[in-house]
Nanobody, 126 residues
Framework: HVQLVESGGGSVEIGGSLKLSCTAS????????MGWFRQGPGEQREGIGC???????TYTGVANGRFTISKDSAKNTLYLEMSNLKPEDSAMYYC?????????????????????WGQGTQVTVS
């Protein structure tokens, strides 16, 4: 059973940058699409973007040109680089694995497509 562990969160000043990591317990990134999500206090969880097994990336409006998803399959690690951070970016950030194996087509960021979730890492911007 795969486990996902996020790290890299913390407190950062407005306008600062942060790079989050998501490490998987087994090699899955070439076979499955992965996604990044966030959930602010009192808000619903929202998708940031996803990356397919082949490396095709889809972003939602949340990314807004400030967030970048990448992965290092050799390290079983997914990344989310965030720049020009704003207070409204304060949230718990989650990575997740797609329910089905990657089929070469684009991925989608609706939560229903994902079945394995990490515990999250907190980002606070002030």
């Amino acid at each position: 059973h795969v486990q996902l562990v996020e790290s890299g969160g913390g407190s950062v000043e407005i306008g600062g940058s942060l790079k989050l990591s998501c490490t998987a317990s087994v090699a899955i990134f070439d076979a499955y699409s992965m996604g990044w999500f966030r959930q602010g206090p009192g808000e619903q969880r929202e998708g940031i973007g996803c990356i397919t097994g082949d490396g095709l990336i889809t972003y939602t409006g949340v990314a807004n040109g400030r967030f970048t998803i990448s992965k290092d399959s050799a390290k079983n690690t997914l990344y989310l680089e965030m720049s020009n951070l704003k207070p409204e970016d304060s949230a718990m950030y989650y990575c997740a694995r797609y329910r089905e194996r990657s089929d070469g087509y684009r991925c989608y960021t609706a939560e229903a497509y994902f079945s394995v979730w990490g515990q999250g890492t907190q980002v606070t911007v002030s």
